[in-house]
């Protein structure tokens, strides 16, 4: 259990800080006032890479360590946007399609409505 923590930890520390340079970087080649164009950039991005482990772990390429560090860790402290669209995938490729479709219309809209609240309450 401790290394498991440990190793997700670490993968996280490295994705959060991967996820800083990268909206630095890209705020810088386009710039705008709210940067969308980096948290765009970096889900996206974050969903390629967390796929393509999914992938890699299907075909047996990849031990349970190197998946905490790698998906859980790293692409946890990236984005936790690339899990949210994994377990979307999973849900339809298990024919959960209305699951899936509930649980990102859900998804969106209490954690925007929820995000508010917090605002209001905070100001």
Request: hydrophobic share 50%.
């Amino acid at each position: 259990m401790l290394r498991s923590l440990l190793l997700v930890g670490a993968g996280g520390a490295a994705g959060s800080m991967v996820r800083y340079g990268a909206s630095l970087i890209i705020g810088r080649l386009f710039a705008s006032p709210i940067n969308y164009t980096a948290t765009f950039f970096i889900n996206v991005l974050g969903c390629l890479l967390i796929g393509l482990l999914f992938g890699f772990l299907s075909k047996q390429q990849m031990s349970d360590g190197t998946w905490l560090i790698l998906a859980t860790g790293f692409c946890g402290g990236f984005t936790t946007f690339s899990t949210f669209a994994l377990e979307n995938v999973n849900l339809m490729q298990k024919g959960q399609t209305v699951t899936a479709i509930i649980y990102t219309g859900a998804s969106v809209v209490v954690g925007l409505l929820l995000c508010r609240v917090g605002i209001w309450l905070a100001g």
